[in-house]
């Protein structure tokens, strides 16, 4: 099973972009899916997680209101539409399938993680 994450680059602050993730080997019916983002020297954190089939999001705090997480089910794919971007969301993200069907905002239960896309944001 591979996740495959994509989307990240080089954007000014204020910018927008959209990550998508999407799953080889098996499909994400029956997963909640989520994002997590590690930044240099940071540890690794939640941003956010979708439920199945898709009716229940979950968001960190700093990014609710500027992010959205969303799923294709039929494409099997997960994206996580990000706007209004701060330098301080300039990380490392990985896409996650949770062993679950209900948001979640830890790692405690991820059953699978994507390679990673790299956002940067300069001031």
């Known amino acids: 099973v591979q996740l495959q994450a994509c989307g990240g680059g080089l954007v000014q602050a204020g910018d927008s972009l959209r990550l998508s993730c999407a799953a080889s080997g098996r499909t994400f019916s029956g997963d909640a899916v989520g994002w997590f983002r590690q930044a240099p020297g940071k540890e690794r954190e939640f941003v956010a997680a979708i439920s199945w089939p898709g009716r229940n999001t979950y968001y960190r705090g700093s990014v609710k209101g500027r992010f959205a997480i969303s799923r294709e089910n039929v494409k099997n794919m997960v994206y996580l539409q990000m706007n209004g971007l701060k330098p301080e969301d300039a990380a490392v993200y990985y896409c996650?399938?949770?062993?679950?069907?209900?948001?979640?905002?830890?790692?405690?239960?991820?059953?699978?993680w994507g390679q990673g896309t790299l956002v940067t944001v300069s001031s």
């Open positions: 996650a399938a949770s062993r679950g069907s209900s948001v979640f905002y830890s790692d405690d239960n991820i059953r699978y």
